[in-house]
């Protein structure tokens, strides 16, 4: 089996879920500006997952690129990391209906922490096929990324309980630190797209 | 008609799927724990069946991937499966909504069961076109999945109206066993992914 | 252009219409056998429009496989197909709900109508394409299936107001009439899938 | 990287967005002339918006058929137009539910307003890897369409709070203009679909 069709799965799953997230944001039935700026906060938290699913979808294209053969243990290993990114819409929701509150705040930091450790899962499953030689080890490195944002959505999810706006802030840092694209998959890869 | 098309459109259904489903888990209006674990079970059931709309996204590509040309009798077959798995996201709502009562359990049994059958009567659609020395045929060998899968969702049909977690039981049962994807056919097949 | 992504588009299109469909039938709050009966109708409608939509999928591809260069009048001529396929789902919720009551049984017919037509315009745009010596127009012959059942959809127009159930006995007609795929096409088509 | 998995990815979430579109048209609980009249305007909001994907996706595939290598530029320029197109199954449903009223007119016309100017920033960064001898840039031409548009939906975003009518005049008018696919990039492109 070859990566095409995972790759055609994921990007479908993909594209629906960056697209029914803006079912959560309810059409208003007044013409106001009230009922608009209602809304505000719940826009705010569909751009941010939006940028989210944006990186997810650019990283899992290089990934699944430096990936040739799929076997079960990468199959199931991607379905995995799909299931944690189809809950965005509903942890998305939450957060932004309610004002990004402690709790539904505290559970979009365990949604991302648990979407960040199914990527990189994802990530072993393919380098453990690769073997010693793996190219996609020595393309990522000593991953700082990849270490990185699992503590901070760590830390994210603790501040949400004591100050919001310290998970709110690493929500939108650690955004800001994928947005780069993955230049190092990129350089050492052969060129074969 | 190649099977690529087939493929092609079973992927964005069961994609569509899959990410629907987690619809039926409305996002509560309240930021409190009680609002999150009102809806345990509701979850519970998306996990389940996120894992079988899975395991059937994977079978299928084994399936289809064993079959070079698509007649009539096919694609019907095809289609005839994926209205099946449509009713998933109705009858996992319905079955997390009421907390696993029986009625909705049996008819979750009842839709498991005719997927089953569905994808029984398209794995012998192919076979049927391969004739004598179909290779799906020899890889499927004596295909004790494929038989006691749905005798199991009958005992589950029955038992959800006598012991709700017997049939619970069976649902879990039934995904372990078909969760090692279907190493048969990928050893007899050639590889030509 | 080439006919490859007006027809990926509008396998996209066809998969999200038949799945959303299903959205219609709302999951009932309440675990009882009155709750799920009350569905009964919305549920057939549900079958007879996934039935329409598998024909109008499968048709498509013919169609579309016997189009090899794409221009401004077939690309738009599709998108009107597309357009009327997608108001699939609230006709069969509004005609379900109501339990085919007379006026949503009549915009049900009348939406079928406009599909039927679309489809042959985008059919005599593919043929305009192809010129005096059309693979296509030859291939649909006197296309008896094409130009009866507009006609028949009239009827069931018309019938909605004064017998609803001869309304319903056309449109399953209809669809059986349909459910045996193309062969005129596929008979005379190359084999090039 | 490639510009097909580009291309798929886009197609996917035009094909949602054109199709979700159709659930803002709720489906009345009521078989009767007057339940379906009140959905009149969203009708036609939701052909409106229906013809702008129709023409986004036309030009867009010229516009990325145009591009053979895909950078980081590009693939957030890409994703920054999406995310303004995503917006448009809810402009769309607020404006037809709220009978063209002002506010709701202005937005839709601001939303049309920032998916032209991301249309021109993607085209720009595709422009500009293809650096002096553009082929796009040539093709473009002077680009009056990709300049008039979004001055007339500026003028439409004031117009909504004056003459509500002037404002839907001018969607009317963009959407004609456009409706003719961009033969300036299909005559000087090479043929290579």
């Known amino acids: 089996m070859g990566s095409n069709r995972l790759e055609a799965f994921s990007d479908g799953v993909l594209a629906i879920i960056i697209t029914i997230m803006v079912l959560e944001m309810k059409v208003p039935h007044e013409p106001s500006l009230e009922a608009l700026s209602a809304l505000a906060l719940v826009f705010l938290s569909y751009v941010l997952s939006f940028i989210y699913v944006g990186i997810y979808w650019n990283n899992h294209h290089h990934l699944l690129h430096a990936c040739k053969t799929v076997n079960g243990r990468i199959l199931w290993a991607n379905l995995h990391l799909l299931f944690w990114l189809s809950l965005f819409p509903f942890v998305t929701g939450w957060m932004g209906e309610n004002h990004f509150a402690p709790l539904p705040t505290a559970l979009y930091a365990l949604i991302l922490l648990a979407a960040a450790l199914a990527y990189w899962l994802l990530q072993q499953a393919i380098i453990a096929t690769q073997?010693?030689?793996?190219?996609?080890?020595?393309?990522?490195?000593?991953?700082?990324?990849?270490?990185?944002?699992?503590?901070?959505?760590?830390?994210?999810?603790?501040?949400?309980?004591?100050?919001?706006?310290?998970?709110?802030?690493?929500?939108?840092?650690?955004?800001?630190?994928?947005?780069?694209?993955?230049?190092?998959?990129?350089?050492?890869?052969?060129?074969?797209?």
Chains 1, 2, 3, 4 share one sequence.
């Open 131 to 193: 073997g010693e030689a793996s190219a996609l080890r020595s393309a990522i490195g000593r991953d700082w990324k990849g270490k990185a944002s699992p503590l901070l959505y760590l830390v994210a999810v603790a501040a949400a309980f004591y100050a919001v706006w310290l998970a709110q802030i690493i929500f939108a840092l650690v955004a800001l630190i994928w947005l780069v694209p993955d230049r190092r998959i990129e350089r050492s890869m052969p060129q074969d797209a």
